[in-house]
């Protein structure tokens, strides 16, 4: 799926855009994707020597998610580039396919100006308006220590469905990942 661009402002009055991203942007995301690695590692599964995203592979993803009716890849454009991505990617199977994943990340700087709402509301209602048969239920996981995150989920229908006791491990303490869906019907 593709969306348009929306035009809006933080709530400190930045200019900002919301629109599906281009595969020539791969090096863009790439700059996003990275600074998020870097300042938020206890919130990504991966260790800065892990993170494994190329431009090319990005290019790849972003063309991938753009063409699948059950797809989506939008960025929050300003000055100075992408300060926020989301995905969707739905499930490659025949039984799976009605349900997508979605992941995200607001840069430092950006944060508490409304953008992450933005995104998953913008999210939302393209999955909505697209044949209802293609995304009919979100997941997601988070990070049981990743409090902004959940109540960003939470406040916008989230709801948690499963817990992982233990299963991920940060700075050698055992953390539960949660898992959370929301239904788009
Ligand atoms: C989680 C994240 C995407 C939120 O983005 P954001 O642009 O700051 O979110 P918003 O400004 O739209 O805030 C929406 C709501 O989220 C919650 N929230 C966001 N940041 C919060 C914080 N630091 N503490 C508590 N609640 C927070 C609040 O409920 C907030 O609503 P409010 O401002 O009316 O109180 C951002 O913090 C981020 O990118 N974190 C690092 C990457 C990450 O954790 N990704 C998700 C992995 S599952």
Redesign the pocket.
Known sequence: MRIAAISGRTADGRPFQIRSLRASEAGLLLDQLWE?QVS?PA?HVTEPDEFNWTADRLRGRIEALNRAPNGLYIAVFADEGIVGSLSLAGGQHKKTAHAAVLG???RRGW???????RLVEVACDAARTADPQHIAVLT?T?FST????Q??YA?LGFAEEGRGGGTIRIDGRDQDVILMAKRLS
Not at 146 to 149: G, T, Y
């Open positions: 998020l938020d919130f995200m990340g607001v944060r508490r100006q409304g953008l992450g709402r997601l988070v990743n409090e902004p995150a109540r960003l406040s």
